[in-house]
């Protein structure tokens, strides 16, 4: 029987940019041992004892130095099998809005990034949950997020 895991997150990153949303992507470096050359969203794996929250937090700052200006969870998760090692992930997602005027600093990980709009985005992205988590989080957050305090974190 598999075994079940919620040990990675997901986070969405958009700024507002002359009144439009644009989300950010990140290609993982070609030496990569996992999916390299594809275009994701900030993806890591918790810590020992993390939580998702405080994990999501984290890999945002590892992966792009970008700064909070507000963070939600997006209803739902994101799940894939890895059959290497039996193992159903579950990925707790959150979207996250960050000053229009700040740009990236790439880690190791990662070999470019790019701001793009919706569907842009959704065509760059390798897995449907991404391409789902990127609708939802635009048509639910980033396109009125003044109003979208569902689901914010404070």
């Known amino acids: 029987m598999p075994t079940l ?14 009144g439009t949303p644009e989300y950010l992507l990140l290609k993982r470096a070609a030496n990569e041992a996992i999916y390299p050359g594809i275009w994701q969203v900030v993806t890591g794996t918790l810590l020992e004892g993390e939580r998702a929250l405080d994990g999501a937090r984290r890999e945002l700052a590892e992966e792009t130095g970008l700064t909070i200006r507000r ?9 894939f099998f890895d059959p290497g090692s ?3 992930h579950f ?39 991404q391409r789902d988590a990127l609708q939802t989080v635009h048509a639910f957050i980033a396109s009125d997020p003044e109003h979208a305090d569902m689901t914010i974190v404070r």
């Open 71 to 79: 963070l939600w969870t997006i209803p739902g998760i994101s799940t």
């Open 91 to 129: 990925c707790p997602m959150f979207a996250v809005e960050v000053p229009s005027t700040l740009e990236p600093v790439m880690s190791p990980e990662h070999q470019m990034f790019g701001w793009f709009e919706l569907e842009r985005a959704r065509g760059f992205v390798a897995w449907p949950s």
């Open 5 to 18: 895991a919620a040990r990675i997150v997901e986070v969405y990153v958009f700024r507002i940019k002359d």
């Open 86 to 88: 039996d193992t159903v």
